[in-house]
């Protein structure tokens, strides 16, 4: 059974930066093919803001950038999140944020900073809760040799 059913994820590529290589930290997360869309906004300040959206609606596309996010966090920030999982939830929802300068060189950390790049992971309704389920997979993850 798939835990997850969908993946939002977003990043905001500010003037300063270099797109081709915060679009290239976000393809890094992304399952293979996954499309991005382009869009754009306006600072506080009047600057130019550029957002690079994907959403993978394939359940075993989204598994398995989930199976990836569990095999690149540290143990520290697995059990992190795992302590820390009620927050980051809200319904069937599973919200993270993830270091874009990390991802940029491969890696993958959590953050809680604004500069991140934003995903959202929709779990299927599973008995006893997805809550439950991800803190078996994310313990199953911690137990795993890095």
Not at 11 to 20: R, Y
Not at 91 to 100: A, E, V
Not at 117 to 131: F, N
Request: hydrophobic letters at 40%.
């Amino acid at each position: 059974m798939r835990l997850f059913r969908e993946a939002s994820v977003r990043v905001f590529v500010h003037a300063t930066e270099d797109e081709e290589k915060v679009k290239g930290a976000l393809l890094s997360l992304l399952p293979p093919g996954s499309g991005l869309v382009k869009g754009s906004l306006r600072g506080h300040f009047g600057n130019p803001i550029l957002t690079l959206d994907a959403r993978i609606t394939d359940p075993g596309k989204v598994e398995e950038m989930w199976g990836a996010v569990l095999r690149g966090l540290p143990r520290e920030q697995l059990r992190e999140l795992l302590e820390g999982l009620e927050e980051r939830m809200e319904g069937c929802t599973l919200y993270l944020r993830l270091d874009k300068q990390l991802a940029s060189q491969g890696r993958i950390s959590l953050t809680e900073g604004g500069d991140a790049i934003h995903v959202r992971l929709r779990a299927e309704w599973i008995s006893p809760s997805p809550q439950e389920e991800i803190r078996r997979q994310l313990l199953e993850a911690e137990k795993a040799e890095k």
